[in-house]
T-cell receptor, first 115, second 113 residues
Framework: NAGVTQTPKFQVLKTGQSMTLQCAQD?????MYWYRQDPGMGLRLIYY???????DKGEVPNGYNVSRLNKREFSLRLESAAPSQTSVYFC??????????????FGPGTRLTVL | LAKTTQPISMDSYEGQEVNITCSHN???????ITWYQQFPSQGPRFIIQ???TKVTNEVASLFIPADRKSSTLSLPRVSLSDTAVYYC??????????????FGQGTTLQVKP
């Protein structure tokens, strides 16, 4: 099993450009998440999907949209990139929607730079 | 949601036991305590989880006192490869908390030879 995979690994955008970050998991998990991590900071939740067909905002959703394409895939879209969105983006998945007792499995991250 | 407080950084030497304490004064009855480890350029990885007393696995031990207002992650005989950021998280299985996992800044552990 590959676990959680993310594409691309690196991306450079110009201000105003759009792009979609892709995430897929092969563990048959119900819940999927998108986080961003800025230098020297912890992870902040952008959006999550508790189950297929549902999405909800996390701590920092502004400037992003998500799509839970199917049970395996959860994409994050930046419609008009801004320098403040320069960050490392992590996708994660978990089996249940219960935060406290459910282990989240993380992908390797996408390093995004917006010029 | 319970907020956690942990030291920003710690130094240790190879072979020593490392204890990282996390404060969570507002922990709720249903909350569990979970620790994640993050190496540079990688996503976080689950280490251990507990509700009360002591939990041990092949990687670490987690000590939780009776009042549950703090917890201590114990790493026995650390090696250079244990250099990482360690996050303490508190959350409950309630669906109302779904997805609202708060990582904070974590504790950067530097293991020296």
């Amino acid at each position: 099993n590959a676990g959680v995979t993310q594409t691309p690994k690196f991306q450079v955008l110009k201000t105003g450009q759009s792009m979609t970050l892709q995430c897929a998991q092969d563990m048959n998990h119900n819940s999927m998440y998108w986080y961003r991590q800025d230098p020297g900071m912890g992870l902040r939740l952008i959006y999550y999907s508790a189950s297929e067909g549902t999405t909800d905002k996390g701590e920092v959703p502004n400037g992003y949209n998500v799509s839970r394409l199917n049970k395996r895939e959860f994409s994050l879209r930046l419609e008009s990139a801004a320098p403040s969105q320069t960050s490392v983006y992590f996708c994660a998945s978990s089996d249940l929607a219960g935060v406290g007792t459910d282990t989240q499995y993380f992908g390797p991250g996408t390093r995004l730079t917006v010029l | 949601l319970a907020k956690t407080t942990q030291p920003i950084s710690m130094d240790s030497y190879e072979g020593q036991e490392v204890n990282i304490t996390c404060s969570h004064n507002n922990i709720a009855t249903n909350d569990y305590i979970t620790w994640y480890q993050q190496f540079p350029s990688q996503g976080p990885r689950f280490i251990i989880q507990g509700y009360k007393t002591k939990v041990t696995n092949e990687v670490a031990s987690l000590f939780i006192p009776a009042d549950r207002k703090s917890s201590t992650l114990s790493l026995p005989r650390v090696s250079l490869s244990d250099t990482a950021v360690y996050y303490c998280l508190v959350g409950s299985p309630s669906s109302s908390n779904t997805g609202k996992l708060i990582f904070g800044q974590g504790t950067t552990l530097q293991v020296k030879p």
